[in-house]
């Protein structure tokens, strides 16, 4: 029996708009009782067909993927994966080798993240449905990428509900690989952990910001916070900075730092390499730098927390554009969903003004071409970036 959600009469108008998600509030009825993960069609009020997606009871009840009545199989999935794949191959990658295959919202695939490393995929489920589906869609990357596909490693544990989550671990669902695995972008070298690393194993989504940073390190003093695996510092070395700090809470990301500094054979420049708090760095040390990236992690993850992340951001900002020196650049972001564009730029500006120094905007940065953005889902454009001239 297909399982079936009927919609309140009036609540259909944003599924016709193709937005990915059904609030809990939009539902009428269901012909049968759900689970979590089940693959449910969605019908307005007069039983016309809307979407298919998976269900979840929580306040996004579904999250859409398909709005055609037709079957959901191995063939939709690789069709799905291979139009991922075809937007990828559009974008002209030269000297790289890693991407983001699906984007979630962005490729159609609500709740889906997909990362390829130079052979491999790294599968990361946002949905229970999604990970039901993992067989099909590992199915699909077989056939899309063929020899090319050396393993895919599922890591999903961390972002699925933790009931869940605790009946499955993170593992090899096709072929092995050791790690670290090397992979290439923009012709530099990273050494990849996605079995004990953060996300997939790395931050594919500062790739074009990365590079516009290199073009303002040569010969410059450079702070890279919140560094994790050190991809800002390996370009500003790249670059030819005079100096580049690295700052992170955690001694493992200092270690990746190194790791990454040593594979692209810069270890005859000058670097710090420091473990600690940025917060309390900026409290025990007076250094000033020419060039400063500030881009930590998700401050909120959710809109009750907003407020909260807010003040981060101010105070986070305030400390850097203190030790930024006359003509400097800061690099920074906020990869907060529920902080948007303007919110952030308005704490930027706060901050700024209780600095007092005056400051231009030279570059408004986003996310990466192969983290589309869906026209109908404005949710899934999440990380923002400013680029400023400190006098």
């Known amino acids: 029996m297909i399982k079936k959600i009927f919609l309140q009469k009036g609540k259909d108008i944003p599924v016709r708009r193709f937005h990915p998600w059904v609030f809990s509030g939009a539902i009428a009825q269901t012909n049968t009782k759900l689970q979590d993960g089940d693959q449910v069609q969605v019908l307005d009020h007069q039983e016309n067909y809307l979407a298919t997606g998976h269900y979840h009871n929580g306040n996004i009840a579904v999250r859409l993927f398909c709005f055609e009545d037709i079957e959901i199989d191995a063939d939709f999935w690789t069709h799905r994966l291979r139009a991922a794949l075809a937007v990828r191959q559009s974008l002209g990658f030269t000297d790289t080798n890693c991407y983001r295959l699906v984007h979630g919202e962005g490729d159609g695939c609500s709740g889906l993240v997909i990362d390829w490393y130079n052979g491999v995929a790294v599968f990361q489920a946002h949905s229970i449905g999604m990970h039901l589906a993992q067989a099909q869609i590992v199915a699909a990357l077989q056939e899309i990428y063929g020899e090319q596909l050396r393993a895919v490693y599922d890591k999903s544990t961390e972002t699925l509900p933790e009931q869940y989550a605790k009946t499955i671990r993170n593992s090899y669902v096709f072929g092995q690989t050791q790690v670290p695995h090397a992979v290439l972008e923009n012709g530099h070298t990273f050494m990849i952990d996605w079995e004990t690393g953060q996300k997939t194993g790395f931050f594919l989504d500062q790739r074009d910001n990365r590079a516009l940073l290199a073009r303002y390190s040569k010969g410059k003093n450079v702070l890279n916070a919140f560094c994790y695996s050190g ?92 030790r930024l020196a006359p003509g400097g650049i800061l690099f920074t972001f906020s990869c907060s969903q529920v902080v948007d564009r303007e919110l952030f730029y308005n704490t930027v500006v706060a901050a700024a003004m209780e600095v007092g120094r005056q400051v231009r905007v030279l570059h408004q940065l986003t996310q990466p071409a192969d983290h589309p953005i869906n026209v109908f889902h404005p949710e899934s454009n999440y990380l923002k970036g400013l680029v400023l001239y400190v006098e």
């Open 231 to 322: 991809g800002f510092s390996v370009y500003a070395l790249g670059a030819g900075a005079q100096n580049v700090d690295s700052i992170d809470a955690s001694q493992k990301a200092i270690d990746l730092t190194i790791r990454n500094i040593e594979a692209n054979h810069l270890t005859d420049a000058s670097t710090h390499n420091i473990a600690d708090d940025v917060m309390r760095y900026f409290k025990n040390d007076d250094t000033v730098y020419d060039v400063m990236v500030l881009d930590p992690p998700a401050f909120a993850k959710s809109l009750s927390a907003r407020h909260r992340a807010v003040q981060g951001y101010k105070r986070l900002n305030v400390e850097g554009l203190k």
